[in-house]
């Protein structure tokens, strides 16, 4: 990403902050250009960046991604951009449903237009694995989100803009987390609350998740969902790593939540490709010659069997109470 013009929105939350120090780190861009609409966040993150060495190539940009006016504005000129920016809390958005529908599905179609309007070549969006299957409404939404994006390649036509989808899991210590809950209920020697005794989860240090966008970003041809292998855990290992020999305390599933989290679907499986590290899922609909090629970066996919799928529990890395412990120390969730 050297000398490019990047756009990253929703830059001020937990992926958007990652992802900039990331291309600050390791790339020289020509300009990057964080765009949300939470100017107290944007002044601490200029702050914390500012002694950066490449802190000069950072713009701010006040705006909302429902604007479709301010959006078009801000993407004269840039030459891809990183979509972060979403309504993500389950629960708020099971009682806030419209306010969802307006940032995650036509949020991402006034961005959509306002790329090809603008003639960006890439766009990456960055979706989760509750867009799979989905049963509550902000993976309804991010459901629809992918498909927006992977039809919009049919609407830049050939030539013009190209989009995909990357789709990863739980990050450590993101927003939300419930590592800062059990943390303090261990100090106060309370019982751990599980939802579920057999509920598993897909765990990612952010780090990776940001890595594995920007390779995606690299490497797409339009219309694709990459999926990234991550391992699994127990939440009750979770609790346990945590606080060993804790008292569990069951307080059944929340509104929209399900047992176990999936990545690829077995419908899903008639179109999708297994690398080293990923998944990727071609387009449902045909794109011309790209579809058809499963090759990147000299490693050629391996078509699944029908009916496969990649969820928490049938994945085939696991990670033990100490594993999770180190990972989580690693962060810096919790210290030694």
């Known amino acids: 990403m050297d ?20 291309v600050l780190n390791n790339y020289r861009p020509n300009k990057l250009i964080i765009y949300s609409r939470d100017e107290f966040k944007q002044d601490r993150m200029a702050k914390t960046f500012a002694d950066h060495k490449n802190s000069d190539v950072l713009s701010f940009f006040i705006g909302d991604i429902r604007d479709a006016a301010r959006l078009s504005f801000v993407m004269k000129g840039i030459d891809i951009v990183f979509h972060g920016a979403a309504m993500k809390q389950v629960v708020a958005s099971e009682y806030n449903p419209m306010e969802c529908i ?6 991402a179609e006034n961005l959509i237009d306002a790329a090809i309007r603008n003639d960006v070549p890439k766009v990456v969006a960055v979706s989760t694995d509750k867009a799979v299957k989905p049963i509550n409404l902000y993976g309804s939404t991010k459901a629809c989100m992918e498909k927006l994006f992977i039809a919009a390649n049919l609407l830049a036509g050939e030539g013009g803009t190209r989009f995909c989808n990357c789709r990863y899991g739980n990050v450590i210590g993101s927003r939300g987390s419930i590592i800062p809950i059990f943390r303090r209920l261990a100090e106060e020697g309370k019982p751990m609350p599980i939802t579920d005794e057999r509920m598993t ?12 966008v920007d390779h995606c970003g690299q490497i797409f041809r339009g219309g694709e969902t990459f999926v990234k292998k991550v ?26 939540e399900k047992l176990h989290e999936a990545m690829v679907s077995e419908e899903e499986s008639l179109f999708t490709y297994e690398y080293e590290d990923k998944f990727v899922i071609m387009p449902q609909i ?23 799928s990649y969820t928490s529990e049938n994945n085939t890395l696991w990670l033990e109470p100490q594993e999770i412990l180190d990972l989580i120390r690693e962060t810096g969730v919790i210290s030694e």
């Open 102 to 107: 307006k940032t995650n599905i036509l949020g």
């Open 231 to 256: 391992p699994s855990m127990k939440i009750t290992d979770l609790a346990r790593a945590i606080q060993p020999g804790c008292e569990l305390k069951i307080v059944g599933i929340r509104p929209g």
């Open 286 to 308: 045909k794109m011309g010659a790209s579809t058809d090629d499963t090759t990147y970066e000299g490693e050629t996919g391996k078509a699944v069997p029908v009916g496969f």
């Open 201 to 212: 989860r897909y765990w990612l240090r952010i780090e990776d998740g940001v890595k594995f």
């Open 3 to 22: 000398g490019l013009n990047i756009l990253v929105t929703g830059g001020t939350g937990s992926f958007g902050h990652a992802f900039v120090s990331h």
